[in-house]
């Protein structure tokens, strides 16, 4: 049994369904890239993602996100030891390999941003110190649909950072069976570790390695553009909903993403499915719509959809 395979079977002892989440999970960490997750509270992303650090031998933090929430409270502080007559620095819970940032758009813009500036540098700077972290370092960010009260929307700029944004929804009713025996049973209790950080390592190297031909990148790179121009794509019926479409980032983690993909599916090498298949969740927080949207009830989903069916494929 390949690595991949054995840390799919141990996360399977917590985990019900939700493949796609767990898919999206080892993409992320593979690729260095953090994921967004939006669905309703209770459908396991806490486990999925505490399990998955549990089979990798990491380090898992959570920080539930709430509207008195400080930047130092992610970050961390220096704090005056009286009995030293100095400052100490007291490291926040980024320094972990598996973050789990819970509801964030609960919390305000400086929160949301100090936590987007740490999982783009990759250092913390605290008082006049500035620390490194650890490596692998992935951040998965929980959100509740934005309808729902109390909520601040994250900025576009501030979900660009993201490199997978996955939408969870329930379970079905036999799943929903399944998880009441394994919780009964206490399953998740004897998951095992069956990679390091080494093997991580590893397979971050092998997945830069899978080979990706000239034409699938030029493939990749009409995606994205076809999201900003649909015309010049012969795309009829969606430009005029269209406020911009998914920036630069977009095709870099295309890029990443669909060799990530491949790998997970035991291949050295990209097809046009690998694409097709991860484009949804690198494109769908990176498209912005107009109100001629909203007030037509059209996603960011459907645009993907129609330049999908519509670009030819190599």
């Given at each position: 049994?390949?690595?991949?395979?054995?840390?799919?079977?141990?996360?399977?002892?917590?985990?019900?369904?939700h493949?796609?989440?767990?898919?999206?999970?080892?993409?992320?960490?593979?690729?260095?890239?953090?994921?967004?997750?939006?669905?309703?509270?209770?459908?396991?992303?806490?486990?999925?993602?505490?399990?998955?650090?549990?089979?990798?031998?990491?380090?898992?933090?959570?920080?539930?996100?709430?509207?008195?929430?400080?930047?130092?409270?992610?970050?961390?502080?220096?704090?005056?030891?009286?009995?030293?007559?100095?400052?100490?620095?007291?490291?926040?819970?980024?320094?972990?390999?598996?973050?789990?940032?819970?509801?964030?758009?609960?919390?305000?813009?400086?929160?949301?941003?100090?936590?987007?500036?740490?999982?783009?540098?990759r250092q913390?700077?605290?008082?006049?110190?500035?620390?490194?972290?650890?490596r692998?370092?992935?951040?998965?960010?929980?959100?509740?649909?934005?309808?729902?009260?109390?909520?601040?929307?994250?900025?576009?700029a501030?979900?660009?950072?993201?490199?997978?944004?996955?939408?969870?929804?329930?379970?079905?009713?036999?799943?929903?069976v399944?998880?009441?025996?394994?919780v009964?049973?206490?399953?998740?209790?004897?998951?095992?570790?069956?990679?390091s950080?080494?093997?991580?390592?590893?397979?971050?190297?092998?997945?830069?390695?899978?080979?990706?031909?000239?034409?699938?990148?030029?493939?990749?790179v009409?995606?994205?553009?076809?999201?900003?121009?649909?015309?010049?794509?012969?795309?009829?019926?969606?430009?005029?909903?269209?406020?911009?479409?998914?920036?630069?980032?977009a095709?870099?983690?295309?890029?990443?993403g669909?060799?990530?993909?491949?790998?997970?599916?035991?291949?050295?090498?990209?097809?046009?499915?690998?694409?097709?298949?991860?484009?949804?969740?690198?494109?769908?927080?990176?498209?912005?719509?107009?109100?001629?949207?909203?007030?037509a009830?059209?996603?960011?989903?459907?645009?993907?959809?129609?330049?999908?069916?519509?670009?030819?494929?190599?």
């Amino acid at each position: 049994m390949n690595k991949v395979a054995a840390i799919k079977k141990e996360v399977a002892k917590a985990i019900v369904g939700h493949e796609h989440l767990i898919d999206a999970l080892l993409i992320g960490l593979l690729s260095n890239g953090h994921i967004l997750v939006e669905g309703v509270p209770g459908l396991a992303k806490t486990t999925a993602i505490n399990a998955l650090a549990r089979a990798l031998g990491l380090d898992f933090k959570r920080v539930q996100f709430t509207p008195d929430l400080l930047p130092s409270d992610i970050t961390g502080t220096e704090v005056f030891d009286p009995k030293e007559g100095e400052f100490k620095i007291k490291k926040g819970p980024v320094f972990t390999n598996l973050l789990l940032a819970d509801e964030i758009n609960r919390a305000p813009a400086k929160v949301q941003a100090a936590l987007l500036e740490v999982m783009q540098e990759r250092q913390v700077t605290i008082g006049q110190e500035s620390f490194t972290l650890d490596r692998p370092f992935l951040v998965m960010a929980t959100q509740n649909p934005i309808e729902q009260e109390g909520t601040y929307p994250l900025p576009e700029a501030q979900l660009d950072r993201f490199m997978l944004k996955v939408i969870v929804s329930y379970n079905t009713p036999q799943e929903e069976v399944e998880i009441i025996k394994k919780v009964a049973s206490n399953e998740a209790s004897k998951i095992e570790q069956v990679a390091s950080k080494e093997d991580i390592f590893v397979m971050q190297d092998e997945v830069k390695n899978v080979h990706i031909d000239e034409a699938l990148i030029e493939y990749i790179v009409s995606i994205v553009y076809a999201t900003r121009e649909p015309k010049k794509y012969n795309i009829e019926g969606i430009s005029e909903y269209i406020e911009l479409g998914a920036s630069p980032r977009a095709s870099i983690n295309l890029y990443n993403g669909a060799k990530a993909k491949a790998y997970l599916s035991g291949k050295d090498y990209v097809t046009p499915l690998d694409i097709a298949t991860i484009a949804p969740d690198i494109l769908r927080h990176r498209i912005v719509l107009n109100y001629k949207a909203e007030a037509a009830g059209i996603s960011s989903d459907y645009i993907i959809e129609k330049v999908l069916a519509t670009l030819p494929v190599p």
